[in-house]
């Protein structure tokens, strides 16, 4: 079965880095996307970034644009998320999702079929 392994999350201080990882298997497509999602608290769900495996195309929301990078290793289905600059604001439980290539998945949770367990990130000092 389709099965998203995340890792990386953890307690950071602000200023601080993560690298999120999200390990797809399970599936037959040579390429698909992925997005990379999350919720706080009282808050609803709201998209973080995304990329297309077929030529790295990449999606980032206007709150992280400029501090978080997307990138993936297609011979491991993985996709990264390097966190830098890390802000008390981007504390929430981080989800990745998987939809097919060419999708809205990048952006739209609505688009995506699978889902990670999610991962807790912490930004406090």
């Known amino acids: 079965q389709v099965q998203l392994v995340e890792s990386g999350g953890g307690l950071v201080q602000p200023g601080g880095s993560l690298r999120l990882s999200c390990a797809a298997s399970g599936f037959s497509w040579k390429y698909y996307t992925i997005g990379w999602f999350r919720q706080a608290p009282g808050k609803e769900r709201e998209g973080v970034s995304g990329i297309r495996t077929s030529d790295g195309s990449a999606y980032y929301a206007d709150s992280v644009k400029g501090r978080f990078t997307i990138s993936r290793e297609n011979a491991k289905n993985t996709v990264y998320l390097q966190m830098n600059s890390l802000k008390p604001e981007d504390t929430a439980v981080y989800y990745c999702?998987?939809?097919?290539?060419?999708?809205?998945?990048?952006?739209?949770?609505?688009?995506?079929?699978?889902w990670g367990q999610g991962t807790q990130v912490t930004v406090s000092s």
């Open positions: 999702a998987l939809g097919p290539p060419f999708s809205a998945c990048t952006f739209d949770a609505r688009a995506c079929i699978y």
